[in-house]
């Protein structure tokens, strides 16, 4: 199975990385990012690809690509995914989708039409924690979900610029726990309340963003639910979930950067949080990588699909309206595609 | 320093218990009981008091008690807290107060006027866990506070005919986390949005209640909160805490019945968080009603004035209203007494 | 049950404390101290024990006094439990009986003949930890054990004058932890070896003991231990065990003051073991003491008898001798009295 | 830097696997692998590793080549140690150099004739947890080493045909523990004293070997350790260790396979340490090979040198005769080499 990888920031060079060394029955043969220059020639050299190319398009048009990794910006994914869908290639796409309900759902239909495989870069589903929990609940462990709570908070703010066009901290962080929140349950979220504050940086809500939200969840199948972000939680990457039930209750903490315990006449000092999330969620995109190639492979649905990426952006445009109006709002149901 | 104990049911008996063996400076003198009989005299002649009476206004009459504790039943609160306070006697009130606030803030003048003590019994706050982290926040360990999160989830729910009486959940049971949350923020609760379920009884949605809730919180200095409580954990009473802030983060586990780490082929097992609520809160008992005491014995003011004992409930009657309406509701403010 | 305390320095408060305040069935009613002075009768009378003696024979003469509890120091045990045994006193004895064995095979065959109960105070057994561990053990959960390792670390060294009249570190301190190995493996100590070294305070090498220990165990049946102690950790009373198997591992932590994380930029940040043995040990006082009485109430053979009481002092003297000569030492064995 | 990887067992494979994908700053070029098949060249072939020979010969002959990593069975170490320092190769040599001293202080006058490096696998050193500690103790934090811990037991037992060729327990498993108290202590071990027991699986001792074992330490600076190791701990890989000082304790607990809580009415379920050795220490191995590749390109000395890899050796065979002769044995002290 051979990739082209369709963006070569932060997160395309992550995914390059990650499929260089940690996964099987797949390789990068070529390399698209519009900014390519000779730093990312190098990069893409150091990982054995010896393709790099401008236009995305070269990618498409390559019949010995099977599968295209879309990593650029996200107001350009919709387009490449429908693109890609009528040149035939099976598709792994950054979250969120868009913004844009619209959009994505002709993108949805285009894949849908295509018969092409759609994966949506949820990687927290692939953690062991995480993912664990989900098994678990599944399983029957706490028998009916009564409540889910998520905690996520990143260890230090993006720059004000990215804040900007970032969508807001519903679109752009709390979606992963959206999709969290829709994982662990196994339900979809019916309505949301959102709470906002700027206590961290005053920059960030001169930015027209909030840095500090709760958003209470009620979920369709009656089970309640609240998710905590922060943009600055200054002891690392907090990032815990629990779901508790009529059986019994699964809580992931944190994972820590060692087991080392240091007794004191004043106090027992431990290990913090992992800090960057690159380490912290190193396996989960190696597993959520190899998961994608397996399906593809093996001719089997993709384990996080195009409905799964529509719905995450559809709470937290509720979510957005919410905060604005200070009330309660009903997430937007849409036929299946 | 001779109490009167006002009331020889549950909490009547506990903190009976408690003064005899664990507090020192004060001793019961006589006990009130309404429904007293053998067994309530065998029960006080166990613990070396002597003399057990029907009627309370014998307690108040008796010139040798100096404070009363008001454990009868809770529509009965103000007017003895009214006829206390004439007649000289130091008090100590259990929670809540009255769900009528124009009878607390009656009782609350009347005890001004009289010049005499007032606590309520929010016995967590005397808790080792909430304690220390109280006393970190006021340390400025947390830095500014940005959020602060309260779970707190029973065993195993009440007989329904108490919870037909009992105020409804957020007056019943979250009353101590509201105390908790103004206590651990340092901040009063400005407004509050409840979400509500029936999912661990249908009976209890019959009697007219919820058995499982989530509410926000807004603080007056501009951070945020959440609780959510369940009338039934399995694993035992859950009570924790978590308050984050600009600084760092400080949260309470449960306290666990022992400290046994148990290895085995499949998993790794520990003891539950500590089931009765008497046992998990035995040493805040004690530590409550010596700070009564000794606040008395040194002419000091009580920890938890009548201030405190009213605000939970005017946060408690928001909360019902929220989840009535389905809104936000604002927190009734008052003159402080 | 009518007691007779005899002793009443720090362990015979700490008895007259927990029998009065925790201890159901069973009251002091003398209290013998061959320093007795007002303080004492102070103490005793805020106990409600209205009579205080200097000599213990007026306690054995007492025909109201079933039971004595023998807190005086430790070369007077085996003569007053003698006399108590014949004047038919049931008969609670702190550890260790004596370090002299002849005079404990004759005191434990005087008890056998009068027909009375005698329990050794060995409280440590009545811990919840450890009686957990220990109840798991025998119940199979870890299957045939293999290895039991025990740390017990002090907060801080006693007196030097306690020190040099202490019997040395082996049957001072660690004796508690031979107690343990016996009760947590089911099994006799058949051999030690034991190291030691002066590395807290050099005084007390100067007295002639160490401060610093590790003794290697092998059991009668088959598995091996060891047991490490110091006189000195600076973060508190350090109290472990783990029993070892072939089926899993059960291993008790320390218990701490709070259960309170504080997560800070640097670290995470905990609370401590528990410090004052007599807070961390309360529980097991009280359990030990209430396990007496119920045996004497009942009828039923005591938890640690005479024959438990002897054999820490046979492994002691072992690892003393161990100790001094640099090699392993098996344990003396007696004919079960 | 290009790499010879001599020998591609099980521990040879890791460290290919190690260098392909993990360190920067070397390839591997050539495989040597006496029993080299179509198995070994698709394995080094998936790795890019173009070249793959019988003899190791042809690897040191190769002037291209200027490290190797010798992964071979333990009786050809210092020999090929010997020939590739006197071909001018740099040298990384898996754990135990020989069982024969008088080989390996020959080798090691070699490597210093010869003016090249070497490193010995003690990959432990490099892990996380225990790299941490002894950092930590080498900044003072637990003041004077007082008592060095080491727990350390395996999932399961090796095949008996292994057992019987192991060199024994001590040399072959506690090794790893033995390097790792000289390198926590900062001290050489100057006497042990070894118990040994077959508790696991009768074949073990049949083969000659025990399975359970208890050595006590003394280090020439005055302070005690403990190393138990077991063949089998059914719950995984138990790897703990803890240093006890003047100021303080640090103490690594095990890694867990997650960090999920599940709390059931009967307890609360948590991961296991993790079970197998690759994954468990996969980020040492990776940090040890980049120590060594940074301090060959970088012109400094190895982390762990020839000395360092001789004396485990040493304590190993005093252990061993500990064991036969049932007394303490002092390690055998050289000249540095």
Redesign the interface.
């Known amino acids: 199975m051979n990739i082209g990888l369709i963006g070569a920031g932060r997160i395309g060079r992550i995914h390059g990385e990650i499929l260089t060394?940690?996964v099987t029955g797949a390789k990068i043969t070529v390399v698209a990012e519009v900014y390519a220059n000779g730093e990312t020639i190098a990069w893409a050299n150091g990982l054995?690809i010896g393709k790099v190319v401008k236009d995305y398009h070269e990618v498409l048009a390559d019949p010995a690509v099977d599968a295209v990794f879309i990593c650029s910006s996200t107001d350009t994914h919709t387009q490449i995914i429908m693109e890609a869908a009528r040149a035939g290639k099976q598709i792994f796409c950054e979250k969120p989708i868009s913004y844009d309900i619209d959009k994505i759902v002709e993108a949805l239909r285009v894949v849908k039409e295509c018969g092409v495989k759609l994966q949506i870069g949820f990687n927290r589903r692939f953690d062991?924690?995480f993912g664990?929990?989900r098994a678990?609940v599944q399983d029957g462990?706490v028998g009916?979900v009564?409540?889910v709570?998520i905690?996520s908070?990143d260890p230090a703010p993006p720059p004000i610029p990215y804040i900007k066009v970032s969508g807001g901290i519903f679109l752009d962080m709390m979606i992963h726990d959206f999709d969290m929140a829709r994982f662990l349950s196994g339900s979809e979220v019916a309505e949301v309340?959102a709470?906002g504050?700027v206590?961290?940086d005053p920059a960030i809500g001169e930015a027209g963003d909030v840095d500090?939200?709760?958003v209470?969840l009620?979920f369709a199948n009656?089970?309640?639910?609240?998710i905590?972000n922060?943009r600055?939680?200054?002891?690392?990457h907090?990032q815990r979930v629990e779901v508790?039930g009529?059986?019994?209750?699964?809580?992931?903490?944190?994972?820590?950067?060692?087991?080392?315990?240091?007794?004191?006449?004043?106090?027992?000092?431990?290990?913090?949080?992992i800090r960057p999330f690159r380490v912290r969620y190193e396996l989960a995109y190696a597993t959520e990588v190899q998961a994608f190639v397996d399906a593809v492979n093996g001719g089997k649905p993709t384990a996080v699909g195009g409905w799964d990426g529509l719905q995450p952006i559809l709470i937290g445009l509720a979510a957005t309206q919410s905060l604005k109006e200070?009330?309660?709002v009903a997430v937007r149901r849409l036929d299946r595609i």
């Open positions: 060394k940690h054995g062991h924690n664990k929990i678990m462990k009916d009564q409540v709570k905690t908070r309340y709470q504050a206590l961290v500090t939200a709760i209470s009620k009656g089970a309640l639910g609240v905590d922060s600055q939680a200054v002891y690392g907090d508790f009529s059986k019994g209750c699964l809580a992931a903490r944190n994972d820590t950067d060692t087991s080392v315990d240091y007794y004191t006449p004043d106090c027992m000092v431990s290990g913090n949080p200070g009330k309660p």
